[in-house]
Nanobody, 119 residues
């Protein structure tokens, strides 16, 4: 079973930067399109960025130009560099495949890493 461990979140002022990291267990990481998702209080989880195994990226309009996703297939890692952070970026951030395999449930989400943007 593939599992994910996210890190790098924290409290940052508006306009600041953070770099999130995600490490995946298992040997099938490199075949997945990997994404960073986020869930703000009272809202549904949303996909903010994803990257193919070969490195093609795609971003939600709300983060385009501010966030950069990258991956290291040899290390089973996917990172999210977040710049020019806004209060509306406050959320719990997770990594997971895009799309998620149909038979995956709640157990395949990691604990997430909290990002709080506040002055």
């Amino acid at each position: 079973q593939v599992q994910f461990v996210e890190s790098g979140g924290g409290l940052v002022q508006p306009g600041g930067s953070l770099r999130l990291s995600c490490v995946a267990s298992g040997n099938i990481f490199k075949i997945f399109v990997m994404g960073w998702y986020r869930q703000a209080p009272g809202k549904q989880r949303e996909l903010v960025a994803h990257i193919t195994p070969s490195g093609t990226t795609n971003y939600a309009e709300s983060v385009k130009g501010r966030f950069t996703i990258s991956r290291d297939n040899a290390k089973n890692m996917v990172d999210l560099q977040m710049n020019s952070l806004k209060s509306e970026d406050t959320a719990l951030y997770y990594c997971n495949p895009v799309p998620r395999p149909a038979n995956w449930g709640q157990a395949n989400w990691g604990q997430g890493t909290q990002v709080t943007v506040s002055s």
